[in-house]
């Protein structure tokens, strides 16, 4: 059924294009050999798309077994190619499940072909890799072994590093680290089979988290957001400096579209978010009160910001410099000129989305849920399309007329959610404005407070310099 996949990656590939802004990889993907891929699991079904679509070969994934209770659902996935595993938390298993499983996932790398696997075993906040459990290296070791170690076998650490985890339009990093021979672990597993087991899955939960951004504690997530905002491209342009990744062409066409901004140095954007998660970290350790402080003065901020109806990043152009006047023209022009636009994607896309929208919502489990929406997303969508197709040719009988009009719908549909972006951002900007003029001391007031915590947070950035400095000539 490998055709099957190969159609499924083909499709995905597109929409994955389609959903993500920019997504970039990083790192050496090997292109022969049996492989385990142990990827950390921050987004549901969306984190087995993204894999699928950058990894050119074909990927075996080991799935929950509650996946495969839909009859249709389950066909398909076997269908792809993907093994059940069974889970203490599901409930009792089939008869030998997952030693089936085990069996399975070793005629795979026997044939020398790549496994799947999200060794956390559940969905994991976008910050914070869990602790894994042993079946990536129970799976390599015990492979190798019953070959007698000429397998082969490597497991391959994957980091999936998403901007924003539940947004349209976001960008997403896929880091690739050093595969790990499991024969390396040969002489160990002769002397004790579970103490290298355990070696093998430490090795791999290290490099995971250094792969993913990954938040030590996961009270810390809302934290590193707002230390990102507030000091994030300082500390990129300061540590890693800033990479234009586009050619010419691709700045000018960018510029005039709108998107100006997708190609970023995205592996030096989650180093730094790293940087700052290590360094709250560290504080969280050695000085629990400072942070702590720091963490209310941030609630108090952003609760002040939210008040205000303010975004973050109010203060980045000077609200002196900002002409009410010329922002509500701007604010008209772009409204009035491109709302035919924008329209015309509201319009043809409005009701399958709520369709399918409601058609996800009907379960309460995000896994399931993922894969509803996917699933509903092509019925309704597809069902629409044709409707309008079918529409089209039956007024003009022209294929011409019918593959220019549906080539149009998904184009401006996104079209509309960055026109309405865009009032957004018109409108913040007269916010700030108006602010500036009618309640100015407090606009002054928020200001002030930024700074001081910019202040704090220089100083915390100062200590941790000198304790990493310290460390690392040690």
Known sequence: ????????????????????????????????????????????????LVLGAVFPRTIHFLARSGLFANPLVGAGLRSAGAIPIFRRQD?????????????????????????????????????????IKTGVSRIALEAEHESDWSLGVSVVPVGLNYEERDQFLTRVLVRFGEPIPAARFREQYGDDSREAVRALTDEVQESMRSLAVHVHDEEHTQLLGAVDALVG???????????????????????????????????????????????????????????????RQIHRYEAHLSQLRLRADFAERPAKTLSARREALKLTAYALFLAPI???????????????????????????????????????????????????????????????????LPIFGVWFLRYRQRLGLYAHRMLVRTLFRTRRRLLRALLLEREQLLIQIEELERQYREVRGTSEEE
Do not use: C
């Not at 089939?94 to 085990?102: E, K």
């Open 1 to 48: 059924m490998a055709w099957i996949y190969t159609a499924a990656r083909r499709v995905f590939r597109r929409a994955v294009d389609f959903y993500f802004l920019d997504l970039q990889v990083v790192g050496e993907i090997p292109e022969d050999g049996p492989l385990l891929l142990a990827s950390n699991h921050p987004n549901s079904i969306m984190d087995t």
């Open 91 to 131: 409930g009792p298993s089939d008869p030998g499940g997952n030693q089936n499983a085990f069996r399975a996932a070793f005629d795979v790398l026997r044939r020398g072909d790549v496994i799947g696997i999200f060794p956390e075993g559940q969905n994991a906040p976008v910050r914070h890799v869990r602790d």
């Open 233 to 295: 491209e300082r500390l990129q342009d300061e540590l890693i400096g800033q990479i234009d990744l586009r050619s010419l062409d691709e700045r000018l066409l960018q510029r005039a579209t709108g998107r100006a901004r997708e190609h970023q140095d995205l592996e030096g954007r989650f180093k730094v978010r790293q940087w700052i998660a290590d360094a709250i970290a560290h504080f969280e350790r050695d000085d629990p009160e400072v942070l702590e402080r720091l963490q």
């Open 342 to 408: 924008a329209m015309w994607g509201l319009v043809h896309n409005f009701v399958p989305y709520r369709l399918a929208r409601r058609f996800a919502l009907r379960t309460n489990e995000e896994a399931i849920r993922a894969i509803r929406a996917l699933v509903g997303g092509g019925l309704f969508f597809g069902l629409f399309y044709t409707l309008y197709g079918l529409s089209v040719w039956a007024g003009t009988e022209s294929w011409i007329a019918v593959v220019l009009y549906l080539g149009s």
